[in-house]
């Protein structure tokens, strides 16, 4: 769920720091790469080592014993998402008035990613006007403000106040992190195209759109509306418009027309480059003696999109065999803003897996090569690209 995202998760001093230890590995668990940072008064009721062990990182502990010259920025800035859990009544109002007297509100500060806050406190504590004026704002400012809940207390008390369980934490942190494209609109081309050559054979290719669906179901699960025009098999799933077509004229027609209001256009299809000039209207017979297959050229349907003035933000893919200078040659010269090129006869990469090995062209020609990936994370990589491309980092 939370796979290959980067968690900052800041630890107060509360009696319930103890159940950040176990939020870590949920997080691990849910794939995430974590990284803590604690106030000085969670050291007294969570060792340090406690963190390290489950996430593979010591937490940062101040301002001053690091080896980083700055902690906080560079936490800050590495963060996907921050979740502050338990939240102290103490830490949500410097939260709220920006008290930077610690590294954990520091690093707070110094984040432009989402926050998530989980309060843990007496009931007293939590209903005292401060408190309610200081949550107020916290969520006024944007922050995912997740509980509390009503249950035991320390000390043997009963009320609301107790910080929710460690798995509702987990999924308020991927829900602030889905909606890091909420407003986006995109369209997604998947699957390979089969064009007729009689009513009962067609030319077609090897194409699963597993790709293509993998990135329209990660768009809409962070938070856009996505068209998914296919030529394969489509998910079921909110948010993802589904327009079913066979042939490269009607992923053309589709894809153009949708266009016309997309922020961005993944072209992940594998189009068919050519298609019969006369399809037969009857099914061939042996008996008629070979035929004789004349092909045109289909539409190239990313070079419709490219050329036109203003365009979404372009993706295109090069399923390319052996060598892979051809996708950084389409880089260079099709007028996308990305290419992913992979390779499609390397061990795991390619047609029908769950897996795919890709590297990332820009125009320039400069690339990335990323490892061998799930479907899932290569769709999510990619989206964190484009939404870092498209806000300008
Ligand atoms: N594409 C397209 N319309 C076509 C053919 C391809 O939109 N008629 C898109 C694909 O979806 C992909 C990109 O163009 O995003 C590159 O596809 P590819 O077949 O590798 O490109 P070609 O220019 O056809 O290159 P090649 O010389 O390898 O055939």
Redesign the pocket.
Same mark, same amino acid.
């Given at each position: 769920m939370l796979s290959g995202r980067r968690v900052v998760l800041g630890v107060s001093g509360g009696v319930a720091a103890y159940k950040a230890a176990y939020l870590a590995r949920r997080l691990v668990e849910a794939g995430a790469d974590v990284r803590c940072v604690m106030s000085e008064s969670a050291t007294q009721f969570l060792g340090a080592q406690t963190l390290a062990a489950i996430t593979g990182e010591f937490p940062v502990l101040s301002f001053w014993d690091e080896a980083d010259v700055s902690p906080h920025t560079a936490l800050g800035q590495w963060a996907d998402v921050m979740v502050v859990a338990p939240a102290t009544a103490s830490t949500i109002a410097k939260l709220a008035s920006g008290t930077s007297d610690n590294v954990l509100i520091a690093t707070a500060l110094a984040t432009e990613a989402p926050i998530v806050v989980a309060p843990a406190m007496h009931t007293e504590m939590w209903e005292n006007a401060a408190t309610q004026r200081n949550i107020a704002i916290l969520a006024a400012d944007g922050a995912h403000v997740v509980g509390p809940a009503a249950g035991a207390l320390a000390g043997g008390d009963h009320g609301t106040g107790r910080m929710v369980e460690p798995d509702e934490i987990v999924a308020a942190i991927a829900g602030a992190l889905q909606a890091d494209l909420a407003g986006w609109r995109v369209v997604v081309?998947a699957g390979g195209t089969r064009e007729p050559i009689d009513p009962v054979r067609y030319i077609g290719n090897r194409s699963s759109g597993r790709m293509g669906n993998a990135i329209a179901v990660a768009a809409a699960r962070r938070g856009a509306h996505v068209v998914l025009i296919t030529a394969a098999a489509a998910p079921a799933v909110a948010g993802v418009e589904v327009i079913p077509v066979e042939t =490269?004229q009607e992923m +053309?027609d589709a894809a153009w027309s949708r266009c016309d209001d997309a922020d961005v256009a993944v072209? =992940?299809? +594998?189009? +068919? /480059?050519f298609r019969p000039l006369l399809p037969s209207d009857e099914k061939l017979r042996r008996g008629e003696g070979m035929p004789e297959i004349t092909l045109e050229p289909?539409? /190239?349907?990313? =070079?419709g999109i490219a050329s036109r003035s203003p365009r979404p933000y372009l993706v &295109?893919? =090069? +399923?390319?065999s052996g060598s892979l200078e &051809?996708a950084r040659r *389409?880089a260079t010269t *099709?007028g996308v803003d990305l290419l992913v090129g992979n390779d499609v006869a390397s061990p795991g990469s390619g047609f029908g897996t769950d897996t795919n090995q890709v590297t990332v062209y820009r125009p320039d020609g400069s690339a990335v090569e990323w490892p061998l990936l799930s479907k899932t994370e290569v769709a999510d990589r990619l989206w964190d690209l484009i939404r870092d491309d498209r806000q300008g980092d």
């Open positions: 081309t =490269a +053309a072209m =992940a299809a +594998a189009v +068919a /480059d289909t539409p /190239d349907i990313l =070079a &295109g893919f =090069a +399923a390319e &051809g *389409k *099709k």
